[in-house]
């Protein structure tokens, strides 16, 4: 039961609730139907009784010619039967069922009529019993009646009521189903504002909720600001580190030659801090952010054209297609990608991006160099590792793409470009996902 939804275990609930209800209410009803049916015959029961009675003289003995006049009223149909019983002999039906009380009670003279059940071939026997005192000794009357005359108006009645109880357990299942589904509609709404949450759309939950849903999309809230706060702080405390840093290596490297080998050893440095920032933002990356691509990219092809005017710069990005990375993070990463297409490329880089497959979006970036050989792909994705002896980069800024598009949940492939350089794809989660 714990793992079942709120909603099932609730219209189970319900369900049983609404089936005890009901069976208790048809029970009962059966009952008093049985009663009044019962009560009915034996109104018709008494009244023989009383027939039988009138032909009882005062001695106990029976006058037979008013009982020939009166025995046509007694035969009401088959199945029924009479008895007289007293000190000058028994008249009556011959097959009459032996019988026993319906309750225990008193029994005698002068008492009203006790009802009686029996037993015969046919089935059950109902009957009523009187006993008259007379100055030769008791007389017993006794009518009894087929118990099909109850059974049948019970069953005949209990067939509607069936039917009426299930229509209302039907009506009932139905209306717990569509009170349910619109009493616990605020909690999917709450769930799709968390989704929302969660994909960067918005920053919290509507707190307009209802009373038993308010404190939680409080605390929801105070959550979400709580780790926004906590995000902030880790991207402050990044950020204060690299602009520590740089001070002390910008002045280390005008106190050594362009070109010389300290040179190299500084810019070394500077890719090393810079790996390790990227490292670091594993407890900063912002998992809820949403980038638009087209935009970041087209800042980024503009800050690489004026620094290589030589390299056309193409785009072709779909203008509406969002990934799930921080926008500064997005940048950084094409920013390296960029930067090391137009260093090897000879005329030509190229930037496309694409709706992969549900929840993912595929950026590349490809040119016209000389590319990478497939064995030394996975050597060139190692932090401080080149192929090249040129001055210009430091070994890490595939490294840091890698690393930190893997915080996203991302990965980085090397491919063979059909310009005839590299191509190299960010397979980044989808920002509308």
């Not at 950084?332 to 260093?343: I, K, P, Q, T, V």
């Amino acid at each position: 039961m714990k793992r079942r939804s709120l909603r099932t275990r609730m219209i189970l609930l319900s369900a049983l609730a609404t089936l005890v209800a009901l069976g208790l209410a048809g029970w009962t009803m059966a009952g008093v139907l049985g009663r009044v049916v019962t009560g009915g015959i034996d109104q018709r029961l008494d009244a023989q009784i009383a027939v039988l009675a009138s032909v009882v003289r005062d001695d106990g003995s029976v006058d037979r010619d008013r009982l020939a006049a009166r025995q046509g009223s007694l035969a009401a149909a088959p199945g029924w039967r009479w008895r007289i019983e007293g000190p000058t002999g028994t008249y009556g039906s011959a097959d009459f069922p032996a019988l026993r009380p319906h309750l225990p009670g008193p029994g005698g003279a002068d008492l009203p009529p006790m009802p009686l059940e029996g037993q015969d071939r046919h089935g059950r026997v109902h009957a009523r019993r009187l006993v008259l005192a007379s100055s030769a000794g008791p007389v017993t009357l006794t009518a009894s009646a087929p118990g099909r005359v109850i059974g049948r108006p019970i069953r005949d009645a209990l067939v509607p009521l069936a039917t009426v109880i299930l229509l209302l357990a039907l009506i009932f299942a139905l209306s717990a189903w569509l009170q349910l589904r619109f009493a616990l509609r605020p909690l999917a709404v709450l769930v799709g504002q968390i989704a929302a949450i969660r994909r960067g759309e918005r920053e919290s939950v509507d707190e307009a909720q209802p009373q038993e849903l308010q404190p939680l999309a409080s605390e929801l809230n105070a959550l979400a600001a709580a780790n926004a706060a906590t995000l902030a702080a880790a991207r402050a405390s990044a950020a204060n580190l690299a602009h520590a840093l740089k001070t002390p290596v910008a002045t280390l490297a005008l106190t050594v030659a362009p070109g010389s080998p300290e040179a190299a050893q500084v810019r070394r440095i500077e890719g090393v801090i810079r790996h390790t920032l990227a490292r670091a933002r594993a407890v900063a990356v912002n998992q809820r952010a949403s980038s638009e691509i087209a935009p970041i990219a087209g800042d980024v092809a503009a800050v690489i054209g004026r620094l290589r005017p030589a390299i056309a710069i193409g785009l072709a990005i779909p203008a509406g297609l969002r990934v799930a990375i921080d926008a500064h993070d997005l940048a950084e990463m094409l920013g390296n990608l960029l930067d090391n297409a137009a260093r090897h490329a000879r005329a030509t880089v190229s930037v496309t991006a694409a709706g992969a497959s549900p929840g993912e979006a595929c950026v590349t970036i490809e040119d016209d160099g000389p590319g990478i050989p497939p064995e030394r792909r996975e050597q060139v994705l190692q932090p401080g590792v080149r192929l090249d002896e040129g001055p210009a980069g430091d070994g890490f800024g595939l490294a840091i793409v890698r690393d930190l598009l893997a915080l996203y949940g991302g990965r980085l492939a090397l491919e063979d470009s059909a310009l005839g350089g590299l191509r190299v794809t960010l397979h980044c989660p989808d920002g509308r996902a």
